[in-house]
């Protein structure tokens, strides 16, 4: 029931961002780096890529602006419920179908492994 998520590097973040079709306040703290090679990558880590996109991000030392922050986040238009799920859809296929196309793609390899198809 939350209009917004207020988190950190957590990627608890795009669940509900994509779930609810709500924006995020990101905190940033210190991100947790497993790979501190990842910037020779040639691919942005879906958690930087994102961020941005599903919401905004104050540093710690603007803490005091969250209110001001939430109330920016619930007025523009690029976290209107509609830019999100078109977000959504460009990030995550099959949305509240995975299932069903999961299960037909397994299928069909095991027919066509099989020689049924």
Do not use: C, H
Not at 31 to 49: G, R
């Amino acid at each position: 029931t939350a209009d917004v998520l207020l988190t950190d590097w957590s990627s608890i973040a795009f669940e509900y961002a994509f779930a609810t079709l709500r924006p995020v306040l990101f905190i940033n703290t210190p991100m947790k780096v497993v790979n501190p090679d990842y910037q020779e990558l040639s691919s942005v880590p879906i958690d930087i890529e994102l961020r941005d996109k599903v919401g905004v991000s104050l540093e710690l030392s603007e803490v005091s602006t969250v209110k001001d922050a939430v109330a920016a986040l619930l007025q523009e238009s690029r976290f209107s419920k509609e830019s999100m799920a078109k977000m959504r859809d460009y990030y995550i296929y099959n949305v509240g179908k995975s299932g069903v196309v999961g299960a037909k793609y397994i299928i069909e390899r095991l027919m066509e492994k099989t020689g049924q198809k």
